[in-house]
């Protein structure tokens, strides 16, 4: 994996074929959690039918990584949390879906050169696949069981301890290993989109 770098058609980055193939099956996972627990639209439009109804069943999701992809608006006030939960949950998970679905059809257009797989991201496609990459961790982050930046820098430290002193499965390691590179592959396309922001005026 190499970090994304900025070129004249956009941004940058190459990939393994086995980290490519390892990638898209797991974005493929949280599209397929997320749209799993879509609520069927209804056969008729949304404006023939009454206010009360639209979004209605909007409920805080059972499970707690997809509670991460569609969190709770407010952690105090638990009405205001599910009111506005059935007003934007229906678009923020089509929004998210979207991403994900962009991101996995960039993975399987990326041409190979030597082996390698060079993923191109466009200008206007980078804070869609950022955001990707984001919801991808959080999934990760979940099953990792990470809930603080302590437990993040918990995970560090077992991946760089010897193998012999890790005591963990090894299933546990390679999904630890996915969220640490993905989460480095994130920061160098967010250093890339950084860098192409307009200067702000000067005094």
């Given at each position: ?62 499970d707690t990584a997809l509670a991460r992809l569609l969190p709770d608006a407010s952690t105090d006030d638990a009405e205001l949390a599910a009111e506005f939960r059935r007003l934007t ?61 302590e437990d993040a820098e918990a995970l560090h430290s077992e991946l760089a301890a010897p193998r012999a002193r890790r005591g963990r499965a090894d299933s546990r390691h390679a999904l ?28």
């Amino acid at each position: 994996m190499r970090a994304f770098r900025a070129t004249p058609d956009g941004y940058e980055a190459a990939l393994e074929p086995f980290e490519r193939e390892v990638l898209t099956r797991v974005v493929g996972d949280v599209l397929e959690l997320l749209e799993s627990t879509a609520p069927e639209r209804p056969a008729v439009a949304d404006d023939e039918l009454p206010s009360w109804s639209v979004a209605a069943t909007a409920t805080r999701p059972l499970d707690t990584a997809l509670a991460r992809l569609l969190p709770d608006a407010s952690t105090d006030d638990a009405e205001l949390a599910a009111e506005f939960r059935r007003l934007t949950q229906d678009d923020l998970r089509a929004t998210k879906s979207a991403g994900l679905r962009l991101l996995a059809g960039l993975l399987a257009a990326a041409p190979s050169d030597a082996g390698a797989a060079r993923l191109l991201v466009a200008r206007d496609q980078g804070g869609r696949v950022a955001a990707a990459f984001t919801d991808v961790r959080l999934v990760l982050a979940d099953r990792l069981d990470l809930r603080t930046d302590e437990d993040a820098e918990a995970l560090h430290s077992e991946l760089a301890a010897p193998r012999a002193r890790r005591g963990r499965a090894d299933s546990r390691h390679a999904l630890a290993e996915l969220y640490e590179a993905l989460t480095w592959w994130q920061e160098s396309l967010l250093e890339v989109l950084a860098a192409d922001l307009p200067e702000g005026p000067t005094a």
